[in-house]
């Protein structure tokens, strides 16, 4: 069954990997509480909504999909990772 | 006549919510509940400080949330054409959304039991606000299985022309998610999750006026598409 | 706005109505008096994906095959999105709460519960595009490890309930728990009706002629691709307390 994944495919997912992997380490070993922990926890959200954006692009199709389903899309992860780095942060 | 009927109940839906949200309002129960959280005097307080006031809100909000049932009716008569001869999602979401209805306005009465008799004990008045408020908001069930029975007919309507859109049926399963968080008061005096929390009062209620007006809509274009289809009358008189 | 013409007697009454049913259910005879004036566009695109093998061609734009989907998958993700929000913004009020709460969460198993999320969301990958490319035992069997992947998901979020619980931390416990076990409470739920779905799915690729049609497995992909990127934000938005 893996025959049927395109390496594009695959790079995501590696990249969803490494980028859950990094928030566990900030997470649980604590690199940033020697110079800003709100930037750190700023720093994981936003990634998390990285991503949110790759499952929405490369799993859900929507790169392939009609511009409005995209645009709907493209908002809704600016706009609440937008707001909880803004909430985190400030 | 039948379609002036027909629209007739189409249009209770957007009344049902626009009517009953005035009456919450001149009880004051629009914008913030009495929450769970107040005592048994603060809650006394909130039901006689302006009695008739209250009584006259409640009032109209019980015979708003009435008009429930022509909606239900007039869902159920769509749903049949999905269904044919064997219609089970029908018949359930007409006793599901008759259950509704009952849900919603027994509460009406009870709040306004608080309101009738202004020297009553406020323990006895906090007693009853707690069973209104948990009646008026927990009982998710008969509103959820509506919600699913609808979408189920709606996705497995046969006919290549749908008596109503596919994304209805999608609708009516989000609504039935927004109503999840509307069981957890039974834990939480405070916080968002309580009775007057935000993601439980406020949630339910913004969910199921918007899927009252969203579905009266639908039904009234549906019913305006099948009356132009027989009179064949050209498109642009339903538009 | 201007109201059709009102028409003589050809009302509902139920006999005939029960005839038109009839009418609709019987393919050799089509009804011609329905909707003949609707914008057939979207219908026809929907007529294409009705039947029940899966499609040959690798379709392009698999989004639009359901469009109506959207409006649930949209939806379910502005409901979180006000989630997401109302923690951020207790978090604020109360911070040493939350990042001493946030504390004992046991971040191994939500590190490990990300991962299985995406691998299953990779599996679920497969088996559409194996389905489109007209193989649909490769297909069910890349469900079955997705549909692997969510009771796993759930066996473990279950763990972690429970070990959370011994240890005195309940909904009741403070604010921070009650987001925590409500929103992840109703992420659990949105898991255990995907995996229903992935197991039907499974179900009607697995028979000796699919009994599913592709779009209904390409919904539950969506719907489980979402599920997915929920809880994508859930794990650092609840364990990343503990920075601040």
Same mark, same amino acid.
């Given at each position: 069954?893996?025959?049927?994944?395109?390496?594009?495919?695959?790079?995501?997912?590696?990249?969803?990997?490494?980028?859950?992997?990094?928030?566990?380490?900030?997470?649980?070993?604590?690199?940033?509480?020697? =110079?800003?922990?709100?930037?750190?926890?700023?720093?994981?959200?936003?990634?998390?909504?990285?991503?949110?954006?790759?499952?929405?692009?490369?799993?859900?199709?929507?790169?392939?999909?009609?511009?409005?389903?995209?645009?709907?899309?493209?908002?809704?992860?600016?706009?609440?990772?937008?707001?909880?780095?803004?909430?985190?942060?400030? | 006549?039948?379609?002036?009927?027909?629209?007739?109940?189409?249009?209770?839906?957007?009344?049902?919510?626009?009517?009953?949200?005035?009456?919450?309002?001149?009880?004051?129960?629009?914008?913030?509940?009495?929450?769970?959280?107040?005592?048994?005097?603060?809650?006394?307080?909130?039901?006689?400080?302006?009695?008739?006031?209250?009584?006259?809100?409640?009032?109209?909000?019980?015979?708003?949330?009435?008009?429930?049932?022509?909606?239900?009716?007039?869902?159920?008569?769509?749903?049949?054409?999905?269904?044919?001869?064997?219609?089970?999602?029908?018949?359930?979401?007409?006793?599901?959304?008759?259950?509704?209805?009952?849900?919603?306005?027994?509460?009406?009465?009870?709040?306004?039991?608080?309101?009738?008799?202004?020297?009553?004990?406020?323990?006895?008045?906090?007693?009853?606000?707690?069973?209104?408020?948990?009646?008026?908001?927990?009982?998710?069930?008969?509103?959820?299985?509506?919600?699913?029975?609808?979408?189920?007919?709606?996705?497995?309507?046969?006919?290549?022309?749908?008596?109503?859109?596919?994304?209805?049926?999608?609708?009516?399963?989000?609504?039935?998610?927004?109503?999840?968080?509307?069981?957890?008061?039974?834990?939480?005096?405070?916080?968002?999750?309580?009775?007057?929390?935000?993601?439980?009062?406020?949630?339910?209620?913004?969910?199921?006026?918007?899927?009252?007006?969203?579905?009266?809509?639908?039904?009234?274009?549906?019913?305006?598409?099948?009356?132009?289809?027989? =009179?064949?009358?050209?498109?642009?008189?339903?538009? | 706005?201007?109201?059709?013409?009102?028409?003589?007697?050809?009302?509902?009454?139920?006999?005939?109505?029960?005839?038109?049913?009839?009418?609709?259910?019987?393919?050799?005879?089509?009804?011609?008096?329905?909707?003949?004036?609707?914008?057939?566009?979207?219908?026809?695109?929907?007529?294409?994906?009705?039947?029940?093998?899966?499609?040959?061609?690798?379709?392009?734009?698999?989004?639009?095959?359901?469009?109506?989907?959207?409006?649930?998958?949209?939806?379910?993700?502005?409901?979180?999105?006000?989630?997401?929000?109302?923690?951020?913004?207790?978090?604020?009020?109360?911070?040493?709460?939350?990042?001493?709460?946030?504390?004992?969460?046991?971040?191994?198993?939500?590190?490990?519960?990300?991962?299985?999320?995406?691998?299953?969301?990779?599996?679920?990958?497969?088996?559409?595009?194996?389905?489109?490319?007209?193989?649909?035992?490769?297909?069910?069997?890349?469900?079955?490890?997705?549909?692997?992947?969510?009771?796993?998901?759930?066996?473990?979020?279950?763990?972690?309930?429970?070990?959370?619980?011994?240890?005195?931390?309940?909904?009741?416990?403070?604010?921070?728990?009650?987001?925590?076990?409500?929103?992840?409470?109703?992420?659990?739920?949105?898991?255990?009706?995907?995996?229903?779905?992935?197991?039907?799915?499974?179900?009607?690729?697995?028979?000796?002629?699919?009994?599913?049609?592709?779009?209904?497995?390409?919904?539950?992909?969506?719907?489980?691709?979402?599920?997915?990127?929920?809880?994508?934000?859930?794990?650092?938005?609840?364990?990343?307390?503990?920075?601040?």
């Amino acid at each position: 069954m893996t025959a049927f994944l395109p390496g594009r495919v695959w790079a995501v997912w590696l990249a969803l990997v490494l980028a859950t992997l990094f928030s566990w380490w900030a997470a649980a070993g604590r690199p940033f509480e020697n =110079t800003s922990a709100q930037l750190g926890a700023a720093i994981v959200i936003a990634l998390g909504f990285g991503k949110v954006w790759l499952i929405g692009m490369h799993f859900m199709d929507l790169r392939q999909s009609p511009l409005l389903l995209r645009r709907i899309f493209n908002i809704w992860t600016m706009l609440v990772g937008g707001v909880l780095v803004a909430l985190v942060l400030l | 006549m039948n379609t002036k009927i027909k629209l007739l109940c189409a249009w209770s839906g957007p009344a049902l919510a626009v009517l009953a949200t005035v009456g919450l309002a001149l009880a004051n129960v629009l914008p913030v509940p009495p929450a769970a959280h107040l005592d048994p005097h603060e809650i006394a307080q909130f039901y006689t400080q302006s009695t008739t006031r209250t009584l006259f809100g409640f009032a109209l909000a019980s015979l708003a949330l009435g008009l429930i049932f022509p909606l239900v009716a007039l869902i159920a008569v769509h749903m049949v054409r999905m269904e044919g001869r064997t219609p089970l999602l029908t018949f359930l979401q007409m006793v599901t959304g008759s259950a509704t209805g009952v849900f919603l306005i027994v509460p009406m009465i009870m709040m306004a039991t608080c309101a009738f008799r202004p020297e009553r004990s406020p323990e006895l008045i906090q007693l009853l606000n707690d069973f209104a408020w948990l009646m008026f908001i927990t009982p998710l069930a008969p509103f959820c299985i509506q919600n699913v029975a609808i979408a189920l007919a709606i996705l497995n309507d046969p006919s290549p022309q749908p008596v109503l859109p596919r994304w209805v049926a999608f609708g009516n399963l989000w609504v039935a998610f927004l109503f999840v968080p509307s069981i957890l008061p039974y834990f939480f005096y405070s916080g968002p999750f309580a009775w007057q929390g935000i993601f439980v009062f406020w949630l339910a209620f913004i969910a199921y006026a918007s899927w009252a007006i969203g579905m009266g809509l639908v039904l009234r274009h549906a019913v305006l598409r099948d009356e132009a289809a027989v =009179t064949m009358t050209p498109m642009h008189a339903v538009a | 706005m201007s109201r059709p013409q009102p028409r003589t007697e050809q009302a509902l009454d139920l006999p005939d109505f029960l005839q038109e049913v009839e009418q609709i259910r019987s393919p050799s005879t089509p009804n011609k008096t329905r909707d003949t004036t609707r914008d057939t566009t979207r219908d026809q695109a929907g007529d294409q994906t009705r039947d029940k093998a899966p499609v040959k061609s690798s379709a392009i734009d698999r989004t639009s095959v359901e469009s109506g989907l959207w409006v649930f998958i949209f939806g379910d993700m502005t409901l979180f999105g006000a989630f997401f929000t109302g923690f951020a913004w207790q978090a604020r009020s109360e911070p040493a709460v939350f990042a001493s709460s946030a504390s004992k969460l046991l971040i191994g198993i939500g590190g490990v519960n990300t991962l299985v999320l995406l691998t299953s969301s990779l599996f679920v990958v497969a088996a559409v595009r194996a389905m489109h490319a007209g193989a649909p035992r490769p297909a069910a069997r890349a469900l079955a490890a997705a549909l692997a992947c969510a009771l796993l998901f759930a066996a473990l979020k279950v763990t972690e309930y429970l070990t959370e619980v011994g240890a005195g931390y309940t909904p009741a416990t403070n604010l921070f728990f009650t987001f925590y076990f409500v929103l992840t409470g109703i992420h659990l739920l949105h898991v255990l009706i995907g995996a229903v779905l992935l197991f039907s799915a499974w179900r009607g690729l697995r028979a000796e002629t699919p009994r599913v049609s592709s779009r209904f497995v390409e919904g539950a992909g969506i719907y489980w691709h979402m599920v997915d990127l929920l809880w994508v934000v859930l794990f650092p938005l609840l364990y990343i307390s503990r920075l601040a």
